[in-house]
């Protein structure tokens, strides 16, 4: 805000050198004219423009844009840092989405396609899937719970024997992307357990292609080294 009344300050100390300099033998109404001219040019020094975002369209846009793609009616956001299930699904949480649900064999394979091209992560995305509430009744995390479709490898999760040493423990699923992204069960909190992850959020309608922002700086910066320019002129008079 301050920078704008500074700007229009700046421009009126240019109109009074341009009217001063150039039109001081003009009569009162053509200076009238002039003056008008410039002020009303003062609009196109200041105008909001629209800018072109490259984040996909619907995606929430307190999320930064990168590693941002969409499948269908949600958002996902592709976390490259290591950590554990529960960081990465309070992470998930608090941007007002949730670890992904991968429901369907579609979205399964458009992350496999997504993912592997690439090739930032070597060995897993955390996945909102978890056993925790029930041993061996794996559920999803958010929407509905019920797992109707799953991609464990053989000896994982459902697939694993219930109420095994192992399967006691581990109570957290990760999508392994060195094992053709089939999914593991594996504790969720184990330092030595840490994965990627991805978050899922709901579409918003808005389009998010474009939006109004202010004066783009750039045009700022170049009015006021125009005004300045001016001044200066003025001031060498
Ligand atoms: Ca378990």
Redo the contacts with the bound molecule.
């Keep these: 805000m301050l920078l704008y009344l500074y700007i229009i300050i700046q421009y009126m100390f240019s109109i009074q050198f341009v009217r001063s300099t150039f039109y001081a033998n003009f009569y009162f109404d053509d200076m009238k004219i002039v003056n008008c001219v410039l002020v009303c040019l003062l609009p196109c020094l200041l105008p909001g423009h629209v800018v072109s975002d490259d984040r996909p369209a619907g995606c929430p846009e307190d999320l930064l844009p990168q590693n941002l793609v969409t499948y269908s009616s949600a958002c996902l956001q592709i976390n490259f840092n290591h950590t554990n299930w529960e960081v990465a699904r309070n992470r998930c949480l608090s941007d007002g989405g949730d670890l992904v649900q991968i429901r369907t064999e579609g979205i399964q394979r458009f992350l496999e396609h997504f993912l592997m091209s690439q090739k930032m992560e070597k060995t897993g995305f955390w996945i909102g899937a978890s ?1 925790k509430d029930t ?2 009744q794996w559920e999803w995390v958010a929407g509905e719970r019920n797992m109707t479709y799953s991609n464990w490898q053989n000896g994982q999760g459902t697939k694993a024997p219930k109420h095994s040493q192992d ?2 423990l ?2 957290c699923a990760v999508m392994r992307v060195d094992y053709r992204f089939k999914w593991y ?1 594996v504790p969720c909190t184990n330092k030595y357990l840490t994965y990627s992850y991805i978050c899922q959020y709901a579409l918003t309608s808005r389009s998010g292609e474009e939006r109004y922002r202010g004066p783009g700086i750039l045009m700022l910066l170049t009015t006021i080294v125009v005004l300045k320019f001016v001044q200066y002129m003025q001031l060498g008079r």
């Design positions: 056993d041993e061996s399967s006691d581990d109570d069960d």
